[in-house]
């Protein structure tokens, strides 16, 4: 099984900032074996990570292998969903903030955010290349 960031946002969620940090200090980017409920009382995880935090985890994957992020790579996928929102937030078609703000906001290029921009048009299956006037305004059936 591999450690999604959602998972980590639930697990702040559920107990807090101090447990999210806890887990990447402790068990970030290594790849641990979860005990089931039974067991989690006389783990070497549960003395890690702190008994909840490894209660936690058994309810939703004990008895698995899972991957844990990186502190860097989970900065990294925080910083890339903070861009996405920043992008969709300017507009994808006629946007309100340019891509030199962005870019330069986010320390990325210019083309990565205008990347960026088409990959979420098509994602949200946005056609550009339509003009207003090639619209139909009443359907012709």
């Not at 989690?40 to 008895?63: M, P, Y």
């Not at 790579?73 to 078609?93: K, N, P």
């Not at 994602?123 to 059936?141: A, M």
């Amino acid at each position: 099984m591999t450690w999604h960031a959602g998972l980590l946002d639930e697990l702040e969620r559920d107990l807090g900032l101090a447990a999210r940090l806890r887990v990447l200090a402790n068990a970030g980017g290594q790849r641990r074996y979860i005990p089931k409920a039974e067991h989690v009382e006389l783990s070497k995880l549960a003395s890690e990570l702190g008994l909840d935090i490894c209660i936690w985890l058994a309810g939703r994957c004990g008895g698995e292998e899972v991957h844990f992020p990186s502190q860097r790579g989970s900065d990294a996928e925080e910083r890339a969903s903070r861009l996405r929102a920043t992008v969709l937030d300017a507009g994808l078609t006629d946007p309100a903030r340019s891509a030199n703000d962005i870019a330069a906001e986010f320390g990325v290029t210019v083309r990565r955010v205008r990347q960026l921009r088409a990959e979420l048009r098509g994602d949200l299956d946005i056609d550009t290349d339509r003009s207003v006037n090639s619209l139909p305004l009443f359907n012709r059936s």
